[in-house]
Every structure is written in structure tokens, then in C-alpha cells.
């Protein structure tokens, strides 16, 4: 195991700091103990059943099982205005892609949860292929358990393309065409994922970006939410949480990637996390200083 600096826990114990709880653990055997409806937001992204370090490799049908038994409870813990993000890629097997999105999608409405969005995060870097075109996108299924539920827009608009556009004629003539606040950010995202050179990296070979959960978080909850994430990784759902006075909840099977989170939540607490700040202009190349 990789030394992090952090006091080895007790793989069972449930782990407590302010408004962060992780543990070492199975999800299931962490979730069920907790209180139904008791979660504002699910955000996660599970592994994709194509043999990284951390999963082990099982066919397609077992895969869809086991997610189904995730999922049912997720659901169960859900808040009945709450939100569930299902941040998902491509099952690839002897060359063939299966979209997950659309491999689990009836497992959401099983439940009747309700798809309110199919977001796409775009991204610029990634595994380049030799027979097919390289993947540069996956999608967020974002559910809700009803039709009353958290969404606010304001704290994620981005600037607008025309700012100071005004009408021209009519009763509104010479008023701003547009929300000063900025416009909404729409269904696909550009957002950086997490390469070596990205201020965020850990071990973890499949990292969230902060800023990705941020605008979940921000949008589908509201300060002293609780915010839960089954397959928490090295903790950047959990960071997104605290970051905006919520509350983060997750598990991991690795002890080494607990062990990053809680060292990551600790320099969070301390003024020393480095995240990339969210809405920060992706850099091009082609511009003087990369655009910023």
C-alpha cells in the first residue's frame, strides 16, 4: 500500500469528521444500515466491467445484476425530492461497445425514477484507438424520485456568449436580452478529466473530477443536504460535498483509496486541497497564454 500519511482505520469502521462519513466497505453492507429517504443527491460513477485494478472483471448480465442491486438501494435512500447522477462510459468487449447508459437504464425506471437529463461530459484526452473512433465523451443519467425536486440554476449558469445583448425594440427595448447571471449551462459539459498533469491526480486510475460533482451538488441540493457516493473512490464526491457545506457520504472496497480521501478531506479542512476551480476556461493551445 501506498504510504499517504494518513493513520491507517480499521477497515470496518464507519469513520466520522464534521460532515463527512467514509468507510472501507462494501456498498451495500454500508447503505443498508443507513435511513430511508435520508440522501438529497446520489452522485457516482461505477466501475464499467472492463478489468481496471480495482474491479474484477465478470460477464455483462452479472455486471447488470449487481448494479441492480446497488441502484434498488440508492433508491431507497433517496430523499423524495431528491436527485441521483449516474456517471457512466462504454463496456468494450472484443471491440464491441456496449453504452452503459443505455445497457442500466431500465433499472432506474424499474423504480420509477424519472430522467430529467442525459448529460454528456466531453472531454479532450483519453486512450486513443486504432479501430474505432477514440472516445471522448460519457454521459451523467440524472434521475429524480419525483416531480418536486431540488434544482437551482443560478449557482451553475456560465457566463453568456453575448453579454450585454439588449432587445431592440418592443416594450423590453434597451433591458438586457439576457440573465445577468449568465445563461444556462446545457446538457454537455466540457470539463478536463483527471490526466497526469491535472492538479487533482491521485493513483486512482478513473478519477472524478471536483468540478464535475460541484455543479451536481450546487444544483440538486442545498446547504446541510446530505450527499452520498456508493463507489467514492479516492473521495472527490465527498470533497464537492463538504466544499459547499453538505454533507459527504461514501465507501470504497480499498483501504489505500479511503486513505486518500480522508488525507484529501483533511487538507481541504486545512486551506491546502488543490482543486481546478469550477468554470475555469478549458486551456487551448492555439491562444496567447492557453486562453487564460
Not at 447508459?101 to 425506471?109: A, Q
Not at 479501430?131 to 451523467?140: D, F, N, Y
Not at 483527471?194 to 446547504?223: G, I, W, Y
Request: net charge positive; with cysteine.
Amino acid at each position: 500500500m501506498k504510504a499517504t500519511g494518513v493513520q491507517p482505520k480499521l477497515v470496518n469502521e464507519i469513520e466520522r469528521e464534521a460532515s463527512v462519513i467514509m468507510e472501507c466497505a462494501d456498498n451495500l453492507a454500508f447503505m443498508r444500515p443507513l435511513a430511508s429517504e435520508s440522501v438529497k443527491l446520489v452522485v457516482t460513477s461505477p466501475p464499467y466491467n472492463i478489468g481496471k485494478s480495482y474491479e474484477r472483471r465478470v460477464s455483462l448480465d452479472k455486471y447488470i445484476k449487481a448494479q441492480a442491486q446497488v441502484i434498488s438501494e440508492c433508491v431507497r435512500l433517496l430523499h423524495p425530492n431528491g436527485s441521483l447522477c449516474w456517471q457512466v462510459g462504454n463496456h468494450v468487449d472484443d471491440g464491441e461497445v456496449f453504452p452503459l447508459d443505455i445497457v442500466l437504464y431500465h433499472l432506474f425506471k424499474d423504480h420509477g425514477l424519472k430522467l430529467r437529463n442525459r448529460i454528456v461530459w466531453h472531454f479532450e484526452h483519453g486512450l486513443h484507438c486504432s479501430r474505432r473512433l477514440s472516445g471522448r465523451h460519457e454521459t451523467i443519467l440524472w434521475f429524480t424520485k419525483s416531480n418536486d425536486y431540488t434544482f437551482n440554476l443560478d449557482p451553475i449558469r456560465v457566463p453568456s456568449k453575448y453579454p450585454g445583448k439588449k432587445y431592440y425594440k418592443g416594450p423590453k427595448a434597451g433591458q438586457l436580452s439576457g440573465n445577468p447571471l449568465g445563461k444556462n449551462p446545457g446538457d454537455v459539459w466540457t470539463i478536463p478529466n483527471v490526466k497526469n498533469n491535472h492538479v487533482e491526480k491521485t493513483v486512482h486510475p478513473c478519477q472524478f473530477p471536483v468540478e464535475l460533482v460541484e455543479r451536481l451538488v450546487l444544483s440538486m441540493t442545498d446547504a446541510g443536504d446530505t450527499v452520498l457516493d456508493p463507489y467514492m473512490g479516492v473521495g472527490s464526491s465527498v470533497v464537492a460535498a463538504i466544499m459547499h457545506d453538505r454533507t459527504g457520504m461514501g465507501c470504497d472496497v480499498s483501504r489505500e483509496y479511503v486513505d486518500i480521501a480522508w488525507e484529501r478531506v483533511f487538507e481541504f479542512q486545512k486551506g491546502t486541497l488543490k482543486t481546478r476551480p469550477m468554470g475555469k476556461p478549458v486551456y487551448d493551445p492555439s491562444l496567447p497564454f492557453g486562453g487564460h
